[in-house]
């Protein structure tokens, strides 16, 4: 039976992350230093190779994917941004320091001002994964690359990733991420995913 492998990478920290701002749904670039790392990484390991590359809508997840695939032409997936912190948006922990719903958020007791919550965020990417799969069986694409967001990723890989785990238990490396392998007739019963190996492949492996 067909089935569909998504290797998903976490991107490369943008300049705003580096600074420690809080960056959801504006741009920033990615940080000259994380590009390095990335080059050298690219030199160093074995990226896996697919018929189609998706990122997230962040600057950082397009660029991260254009470095390791420049002929690539990624497809942006819009329902898989990052959390939108609302009025909290390229803001540091140390400006918000006064604000007692700063402290309130962290605690998971509420949402930033005009912002996602965790559980929307979750579901919202739940949502916005299953869209893509989908939208990958009408296409017939088996072999897919898709670069986001690390909590994205996290979340994601807890949604429907087997073995069974908790976002913090699926944490990697930036440029770094995993392999997953859908079959339709699961997915059609209840959608879960074998998370079957780390990416990318040191040099002495073959990927396969």
Request: a negative charge; one cysteine or more.
């Amino acid at each position: 039976m067909k089935s569909y492998v998504i290797h998903m990478l976490r991107a490369m920290p943008s300049q705003g992350v580096l600074e420690g701002r809080y960056v959801g749904r504006g741009q920033s670039p990615l940080a000259l230093d994380a590009i390095s790392r990335l080059t050298a990484l690219k030199q160093e390991f074995v990226y896996p190779k697919a018929q189609l590359f998706c990122a997230s809508p962040a600057i950082a997840c397009v660029d991260t994917l254009k470095v390791l695939y420049p002929q690539a032409e990624p497809e942006v997936v819009l329902e898989l941004a990052e959390c939108d912190f609302g009025e909290w948006e390229g803001k540091t922990a140390q400006d918000l320091q006064g604000d007692p719903r700063f402290a309130g958020w962290l605690a998971g007791q509420n949402p930033p001002p005009g912002g996602e919550s965790g559980q929307v965020f979750f579901q919202r990417v739940c949502q916005g994964f299953q869209l893509l799969v989908e939208n990958l069986m009408t296409r017939g694409i088996t072999e897919s690359v898709l670069v986001t967001h690390g909590g994205v990723m996290t979340s994601v890989l807890a949604g429907f990733g087997l073995p069974a785990a908790q976002p913090q238990a699926w944490m990697c490396d930036s440029g770094f991420g995993y392999s997953v392998r859908i079959t339709p007739g699961l997915w059609a019963k209840q959608p879960v995913m074998e998370v079957f190996e780390r990416v990318p492949y040191g040099p002495e492996e073959n990927g396969e």
